[in-house]
């Protein structure tokens, strides 16, 4: 009950947190929280860089590593203060939760086992038979994935664990950029650790040479600045654990809370892939995260070195923080240069909501042959772990389902098979159904027919007799008629 679902990978999944000082610490942008103070403090202060490593580990390790990772992190007391004030509700309310139930919930993964070598996982006797044999000797692929507002990097790791098991290395970042509900840097003056809790627009304060009129003006202001920060922090993580696993340079890096580590796991060898094909993964504000870096350059200072992306997949990407026209590929000088491979993966209410809904099927074109799929039943939150932590009877039926749903596209997309998925997946065309108003509610409501799970095709980035897939100017179309914002 205190449990997530097992990833159903044939690897078993090791977990390792690790922590990067950044020295001297970068201050980025002019936003500042008020602290009573006519000037406040800097909001973005890049201080240390943390993430979370998910990777398949050997079946003799995962017998003598504890198995089961805290999903909240601690202590307790910083969490409930954070959510707190990152949803509004009050202390008291939410402890009760978090101690009966949050407190308990386990991420299922072996904590600081070490990285299985892909050419010693065909030899181990202990293996299954579904690995043994198999001869894998290529290193494992890397993927990078960044969270939404309110995320960090447990919040996805049924995705990411899922990964990890099919035989691939996830860097799950932990955003410092204040849209986590709290997070714990090291400070560089004092060396110690402390809280830093969510950052609402509200709470920011800007120069005078800013034109910001009203609160959406400070809202898309601080949202780009975070980007900016955000995409700072995955060339940092990137560069560490290239640096690691191609060179054996360890570096700065430490584990996030001191724990001893076996670094010679890590080290010993190109183990993974981090000079190619390296894919890219978020949600939400994440998903904005993933098109600011394919959108541009790597940063000029510290000496960043390029992330080769090939694969990118945007979850319920929120487009709004992006300056329009765009986002847009790079130029490449090469024209055997290909563009990474782009899907994106709406929830219903991205769909139904037109004018962002339009505005995907403007922007995703750029990047030849992508896609765009929307999952029937789905909502936003349905990419993250909150839907299927709710025990029965509180849980929807339909929240497992979905999530094994997004689970195979996301795999599948990674490795090139996303036509064999959906040839065993439910598709359908995409068709909108009006609910009349009821007594307590006098506005209507639309949602998409079909079952929970079902997956619509929008874009034709797939072969033309892909089961399912419909006319994005059709699907744009149904949305345009009595469209609403939901």
């Known amino acids: 009950m205190f449990s997530l679902s097992e990833p159903v990978g044939p690897y078993p999944v090791g977990a390792t947190t690790f922590a990067l000082p950044v020295r001297p610490p970068r201050v980025m942008g002019t936003a500042k929280v008020s602290a009573g103070q006519a000037d406040g403090e800097h909001a ?17 390790a995962a017998k003598t590593h504890r198995k089961g990772m805290h999903w909240l992190m601690r202590p307790l007391s910083d969490i409930v203060r954070g959510y707190s004030h990152f949803t509004g509700i009050a202390s008291y309310i939410l402890w009760p939760l978090v101690v009966c139930f949050g407190a308990r919930m386990k991420i299922p993964v072996h904590v600081n086992a070490p990285l299985l070598s892909p050419q010693s996982q065909a030899e181990d006797p202990e293996s299954s038979s579904e690995i043994a044999g198999q001869g894998q000797a290529a290193p494992w692929p890397l993927v990078i994935f960044s969270h939404g507002l309110g995320g960090g990097r447990t919040t996805y790791s049924q995705i990411c664990a899922h990964l990890a098991s099919t035989g691939k290395v996830v860097i799950a970042m932990e955003h410092r950029d204040g849209t986590g509900p709290v997070c714990w840097p090291r400070s560089a ?126 979850l319920d990407p929120w487009l709004e923080p992006l300056t329009s026209p765009g986002p847009e590929p790079l130029a490449v000088e090469d024209p055997a240069t290909k563009h990474p491979k782009l899907l994106v993966i709406n929830a219903e209410g991205f769909t139904i909501w037109k004018d962002h809904f339009q505005r995907v099927l403007e922007v995703v074109p750029a990047w030849t042959g992508s896609n765009v799929f929307t999952i029937v039943g789905s909502q936003h939150v349905s990419f993250s772990d909150f839907p299927v932590m709710i025990p029965a009877p509180f849980g929807a039926a339909s929240a497992r389902p979905i999530m094994n749903t997004i689970n195979t596209l996301a795999a599948a997309f990674l490795d090139d098979a996303l036509q064999p998925a ?61 469209h609403a914002k939901l």
């Not at 700065?252 to 890219?280: F, M, N, Y």
């Not at 027919?449 to 419909?470: F, W």
Request: with cysteine; aromatic share 10%.
């Open 189 to 314: 003056k004092t060396g110690q650790h402390y809280a830093k809790l969510y950052i609402s627009p509200d709470e920011v304060i800007w120069p005078p040479q800013h034109d910001i009129h009203n609160s959406s003006d400070s809202r898309f202001a601080l949202r780009a600045e975070q980007l900016e920060f955000r995409r700072r922090e995955i060339y940092f993580a990137y560069s560490a654990i290239r640096d690691l696993a191609l060179k054996g340079e360890r570096g700065a890096l430490q584990t996030v809370d001191d724990t001893p580590l076996d670094w010679t796991h890590w080290t010993g060898g190109e183990w993974v892939r981090c000079d190619e094909k390296v894919s890219i993964i978020g949600h939400s504000f994440g998903g904005a995260t993933v098109f600011s870096i394919l959108s541009n350059t790597r940063p000029e200072e510290d000496n960043f070195p390029h992330i080769p992306v090939s694969h990118a997949l945007a």
């Open 422 to 482: 959906l040839e065993k997946l439910p598709t359908r065309r995409m068709e909108i159904r009006h609910i009349p108003s009821n007594w307590w509610s006098k506005k209507g409501k639309r949602e998409l027919v079909g079952n929970a799970g079902d997956v619509i095709v929008h874009l034709p980035g797939l072969p033309a007799d892909t089961c399912g897939r419909t006319d994005a100017a059709d699907d744009l179309q149904q949305v345009a008629n009595g």
């Open 44 to 60: 973005l202060q890049l201080e240390e860089v943390a993430f979370t490593l998910y990777y398949p580990t050997s079946p003799s």
